[in-house]
């Protein structure tokens, strides 16, 4: 007996689908990947990265995680973001928060939520960093929106300090890095015109 019958059936149609409008899609897709683009997003099940973008599989890298943290000890995201640069050659890092963020509002909801809270201590960071620009604005909701961008900001910050990027950076070839971010309640990107293409843009980021 299958499990979730429903799943492999939507599956089923899916491939269909694709195939009727590409009869070679699956066989080239097969062959390898050569995506342009590495995305760092949460793993929220409402911000399914290629959709949103309207791009097809194989055409964007995608790695996910709680929050959309960078952290330079996350040998996961390490080992993605080196694949990615080194192996695929990619030449934009989107690094794609959302607003609404459960993992956001986790972090500074002062009550315990067990191993994650290990995970959020990197946000509460940034919140105690920005705690003065946050305390001014008295609307909660609004509060929260300007923590999830500026916790976008702090991992475009450490995405390129990244050794893989940095080393990438020296050797003159093209990598951009963007901080986006996605509303939920009407499906737009926005992006927040943070984007970095070199060391000497870093620097002037972290000023």
Same mark, same amino acid.
């Given at each position: 007996?299958?499990?979730?019958?429903?799943l492999?059936?939507?599956?089923?149609?899916?491939?269909n689908?694709i195939?009727?409008s590409?009869?070679?899609?699956?066989?080239k897709l097969?062959q390898?990947q050569?995506?342009?683009?590495?995305?760092i997003?949460c793993?929220d099940s409402r911000?399914?990265?290629?959709?949103?973008?309207?791009?097809?599989p194989?055409e964007l890298?995608?790695h996910?995680?709680?929050?959309n943290?960078?952290?330079h000890?996350?040998?996961?995201?390490?080992s993605?973001?080196?694949?990615?640069?080194?192996?695929?050659?990619? $030449?934009?890092i989107?690094?794609?928060? /959302?607003y609404?963020?459960? =993992? #956001?509002?986790?972090? *500074?909801?002062?009550?315990?939520?067990g191993?994650?809270?290990?995970w959020?201590?990197?946000?509460?960071?940034?919140?105690?960093?920005h705690?003065?620009?946050l305390?001014c604005?008295t609307?909660?909701?609004?509060q929260?929106?300007?923590l999830?961008?500026l916790?976008?900001?702090a991992?475009v910050?450490?995405v390129g300090?990244m050794?893989?990027v940095q080393d990438a950076?020296e $050797?003159?070839?093209?990598?951009?890095? /963007?901080?986006w971010?996605y =509303? #939920?309640?009407?499906? *737009?990107?926005?992006?927040?015109?943070?984007?970095?293409?070199s060391?000497e843009?870093?620097?002037?980021?972290e000023k």
């Open positions: 007996m299958k499990v979730l019958p429903q492999f059936e939507n599956n089923r149609k899916w491939a689908q195939t009727k590409d009869p070679t899609f699956f066989q097969s390898q050569s995506p342009e683009l590495l995305w997003g793993s911000v399914p990265a290629n959709q949103i973008v309207g791009l097809l194989g890298f995608v996910r995680n709680v929050a943290l960078v952290i000890t996350d040998m996961n995201c390490l993605v973001v080196q694949y990615a640069v080194e192996v695929l050659k990619i $030449k934009h989107i690094v794609c928060g /959302h609404g963020c459960g =993992g #956001i509002k986790a972090a *500074i909801d002062n009550r315990p939520h191993l994650i809270d290990n959020l201590r990197h946000i509460r960071d940034i919140y105690r960093k705690l003065d620009e305390m604005i609307d909660k909701d609004k929260m929106d300007r999830c961008e916790n976008i900001v991992q910050m450490n300090n050794t893989t950076w $050797k003159g070839r093209p990598l951009s890095i /963007h901080g971010i =509303g #939920i309640s009407n499906g *737009i990107l926005l992006d927040l015109g943070v984007c970095i293409s060391a843009e870093l620097k002037e980021l």
